[in-house]
């Protein structure tokens, strides 16, 4: 009966030490859960508030995956300038991550600045252990840079000219 009790209370105690050295913090796999289950809006909520908890704890990799999972919820919700900040601090970071300069050329290109996105996509391309699926992506981008600098805005319309609207005080314009 003795050993049982000894079994059984080493196969606690061991337990909670395993499960106390392994496990993330709560608020991380709550953050964590929010962006891979595609809740953007939730997850940049949630890693924000375990960002500012883990600058206190100093753990750069943690510090590091939260504010490349920030930075990318970001920008799949369109929102690529906070997109951008992130990106360029998981730089400031060191993270070791090939597609880093891809994400924040596609965040320039998508704001419209393409003398900056040119820059980041051929830093991109100089990188040896880029995704090299990417490539064909790159290509795309620097043709749809290529149009739209060649695009006449001579021929575009002018909506703000217009009085056209659904109000019933302009009906008759319609």
Do not use: W
């Not at 924000?48 to 206190?56: F, Q, T």
């Not at 970001?74 to 992130?86: S, T």
């Not at 909506?159 to 019933?168: A, E, H, L, M």
């Amino acid at each position: 009966m003795n050993k049982l009790v000894y079994i059984l209370l080493f196969l606690i105690i061991g337990g909670n030490v395993h499960a106390q050295g392994t496990a993330e913090p709560k608020y991380v796999r709550e953050a964590n859960i929010s962006f891979e289950s595609g809740k953007y809006f939730d997850a940049i909520e949630k890693l924000s508030s375990a960002l500012v908890k883990v600058e206190k704890k100093n753990n750069i990799e943690l510090k590091q995956e939260l504010s490349f999972k920030l930075a990318e919820s970001y920008r799949l919700i369109a929102n690529y300038e906070d997109a951008l900040l992130r990106y360029e601090l998981c730089q400031t970071y060191n993270l070791k991550n090939p597609d880093l300069n891809f994400f924040i050329a596609e965040c320039y290109r998508m704001m419209n600045e393409y003398d900056e996105a040119r820059e980041k996509y051929e830093e991109f391309l100089q990188d040896e252990s880029r995704n090299k699926q990417r490539d064909k992506d790159v290509e795309l981008a620097f043709k749809a840079m290529e149009l739209y600098d060649d695009h006449d805005e001579s021929n575009e319309f002018d909506f703000d000219n217009k009085k056209r609207t659904y109000d019933v005080e302009y009906q008759e314009d319609i």
